[in-house]
């Protein structure tokens, strides 16, 4: 851990800001924001100060001694016996099925996408990016936003066991439903259930670590203003999804059914219109310090429209 890193990680637990710390030892908060981020080293004199400020030694806070330093983050053991449950139940659904004469292709084909690309693929990705230190692949990662190394590993360490329970749940209830009771057809349900504690595990993360995983108060503050506009996004995409399997069903449209085509049109639409309102909000929210009103106008008027196609969706 660097002297910078270092700076951060006492400055945080003591729950002191870059501008407070920089009040106390007499320097500007760009000068903090430079020792932080690696850009700049604090002198002789400054270092004295610190140490003092946060009540520890000169050899601790220059990283001789590190009683105090946590041990390096991994991917809990939990992870990989979680990838290798999905695939036991995977192997499993295929062997009992197959022996009861119950198996079913379309079942096997929902097992394999949860368990293979939904869970073992993203359980190696998030495993590398522990190892790595690298988190280009995470959605969202801004390599221009300095990031606290530590936390981020701790938070895609987070995501893989939370994201893995859930799919591991999932595919067991999805798995024994076919096996015993093969007449109850509620697969469907159930991977709407899935996908909404998928994406509310991946939120409830994201509020867990939203303001630890940056080393500029700024960059945490200005994520946390991003939260609200990012679950109205995943909302809007879920009741365009759900609403379009809703209307079909209640219309009776079949697979075939050239009539249908319109309906799913005005489904991309309404998501392409939420994806667009939160790609213009993220932008706002770079440039701005303290953004004012709390969603701007382009976000808002998106969203009016993709509900308006939602709505335009149950008409045709």
């Not at 604090?42 to 520890?56: A, H, K, Y």
């Not at 394999?112 to 988190?135: D, N, Q, R, Y």
């Not at 801004?142 to 701790?154: L, P």
């Not at 591991?168 to 798995?175: D, E, G, H, P, R």
């Given at each position: 851990?660097?002297?910078?890193?270092?700076?951060?990680?006492?400055?945080?637990?003591?729950?002191?800001?870059?501008?407070?710390?920089?009040?106390l030892v007499?320097?500007?908060?760009?000068a903090?924001?430079?020792?932080?981020?690696?850009?700049?080293?604090?002198?002789?004199?400054?270092?004295?100060?610190i140490?003092?400020?946060?009540?520890?030694?000169?050899?601790?806070?220059?990283?001789?001694?590190?009683?105090?330093?946590?041990?390096?983050?991994?991917?809990?053991?939990?992870?990989?016996?979680?990838?290798?449950?999905?695939?036991?139940?995977?192997?499993?659904?295929?062997?009992?099925?197959?022996?009861?004469?119950?198996?079913s292709?379309?079942?096997?084909?929902?097992?394999?996408?949860?368990?293979?690309?939904?869970?073992?693929?993203?359980?190696?990705?998030?495993w590398g990016?522990?190892?790595?230190?690298?988190?280009?692949?995470?959605?969202?990662?801004?390599?221009?936003?300095?990031y606290?190394?530590?936390?981020?590993?701790?938070?895609?360490?987070?995501?893989?066991?939370?994201?893995?329970?859930?799919?591991?749940?999932?595919?067991?209830?999805?798995a024994?439903?076919?096996?015993?009771?093969?007449?109850?057809?509620?697969?469907?349900?159930?991977?709407?259930?899935?996908?909404?504690?998928y994406?509310?595990?991946?939120?409830?993360?994201?509020?867990?670590?939203?303001?630890?995983?940056y080393s500029?108060?700024?960059?945490?503050?200005?994520?946390?203003?991003?939260?609200?506009?990012?679950?109205?996004?995943?909302?809007?995409?879920?009741?365009?999804?759900?609403?379009?399997?809703?209307?079909?069903?209640?219309?009776?449209?079949?697979n075939?059914?050239?009539?249908v085509f319109?309906?799913?049109?005005?489904?991309?639409?309404?998501i392409?219109?939420?994806?667009?309102?939160?790609?213009?909000?993220?932008?706002?929210?770079?440039?701005?310090?303290?953004?004012?009103?709390?969603?701007?106008?382009?976000?808002v008027?998106?969203?009016?429209?993709?509900?308006?196609?939602?709505?335009?969706?149950?008409?045709?």
């Amino acid at each position: 851990m660097t002297v910078g890193e270092k700076i951060s990680v006492l400055r945080k637990e003591s729950g002191i800001s870059q501008e407070k710390l920089a009040e106390l030892v007499g320097v500007s908060r760009q000068a903090v924001t430079k020792w932080e981020s690696g850009k700049g080293n604090p002198d002789t004199e400054n270092l004295i100060r610190i140490s003092e400020i946060f009540g520890v030694s000169m050899d601790e806070l220059c990283g001789v001694c590190s009683e105090k330093a946590k041990p390096e983050p991994k991917i809990h053991i939990m992870g990989h016996i979680l990838a290798l449950v999905s695939l036991l139940i995977l192997t499993a659904y295929c062997i009992i099925g197959g022996i009861t004469k119950v198996f079913s292709g379309e079942i096997l084909i929902l097992l394999l996408i949860l368990a293979i690309p939904m869970h073992c693929f993203t359980h190696l990705i998030f495993w590398g990016m522990v190892k790595s230190g690298e988190f280009s692949m995470l959605a969202g990662y801004d390599d221009s936003i300095k990031y606290d190394t530590e936390m981020m590993k701790r938070y895609v360490a987070g995501l893989d066991f939370m994201t893995g329970f859930e799919t591991v749940s999932y595919l067991f209830l999805i798995a024994a439903t076919s096996l015993i009771v093969p007449e109850f057809d509620i697969y469907g349900i159930l991977i709407i259930m899935y996908i909404i504690s998928y994406v509310a595990g991946i939120f409830f993360m994201g509020f867990k670590f939203g303001d630890k995983i940056y080393s500029d108060p700024s960059d945490a503050k200005r994520a946390k203003r991003g939260l609200p506009a990012s679950v109205i996004l995943v909302v809007m995409m879920l009741i365009s999804v759900f609403g379009f399997m809703l209307f079909f069903e209640l219309k009776d449209y079949k697979n075939n059914d050239a009539s249908v085509f319109p309906m799913l049109g005005t489904m991309f639409v309404s998501i392409g219109f939420a994806l667009g309102g939160y790609l213009a909000e993220s932008r706002r929210l770079k440039k701005e310090e303290d953004p004012k009103p709390f969603f701007g106008k382009p976000f808002v008027i998106c969203n009016v429209l993709a509900f308006a196609a939602i709505v335009a969706m149950a008409i045709l």
